[in-house]
């Protein structure tokens, strides 16, 4: 990005997007400054990444154009009431879950630009799915760069902010059900026979490999399964048994269940 960056939150979420920003090269360690209050977080990041830390209260680097909050959305008002006077004139980037844009409005004014994102736990291993909405002061500049920025950790996502609940729903919970999902197969595994060394490594690399194949492929799940499915065959049998069991709907419903329980939160 080239511009000095702000995190203020130095958790695991903030160390997986600075450790994605240094591999990419879109920062350097002399442009990335962490607020954080806890010492042996800003000793862990200053020791790993060569970046500077400083506990809250400290003022903002000048030069910091960008100020990601990567806080839990509890104390979000808080930090967001401490820092309201040195948020003018810079871009302001949230990955608090539930949050709407009408909130951070409501502590720093509607002239301050700010990005909401929602990320997934993906992001730690540099595999995200980021999906971000924006308010009407965000150029289309500083949404380029942010999702540069994102794009470091994983792949990145322009909706409106309407469908961030959707989104919640779908990749910031899916990574549950996915696992759940895994889990299940290991235990099929382990029912036949398997070890459960064998099972969860024969598990996590069918889902990874499956997951992969679909992506590179641009093939729609339903062509690609068909590949798979042979005429009597083992695969279809077992799809007969999830089909009975409702396993489509079920995911389904897992989706809307969740969509509406971000809405709750969010207060919509």
Partial sequence: MGKSIVFVGGGQMAEAFIKGLLQSQEATPDTIYVVEPDPLRRSHLETLFHVTTAEPGAPLPAAAQTVILAVKPQVMGGVLADLKDQLTDRLVITVAAGLPLSFYASYVGDQVPVIRVMPN???????????????????????????????????????????????????????????????????????????????????????????????????????????VTSPGGTAISGLQTMEEAGFRGTVMVAVEAAVKRSKELGGS
């Fill in 121 to 227: 736990i993906a992001t730690l291993v540099l595999a995200g799915a980021s999906v971000l909405c924006r308010n009407q002061q965000v150029t289309d500049e500083q949404l380029a760069e942010a999702e540069k920025l994102f794009d470091s950790v994983g792949t990145t996502t322009v909706v409106e902010e309407r469908l961030m609940d959707a989104v919640t729903g779908l990749s910031g919970s899916g990574p549950a059900f996915l696992l759940t999902f895994i889990e299940g197969l290991m235990d099929g595994g382990i029912k036949v026979g398997l070890d459960q060394r064998t099972a969860r490594q024969l598990a996590i690399q069918t889902v990874f490999g499956t997951a992969l194949l679909a992506q590179v492929s641009g093939e729609h799940p339903a062509e690609l399964r068909a590949r």
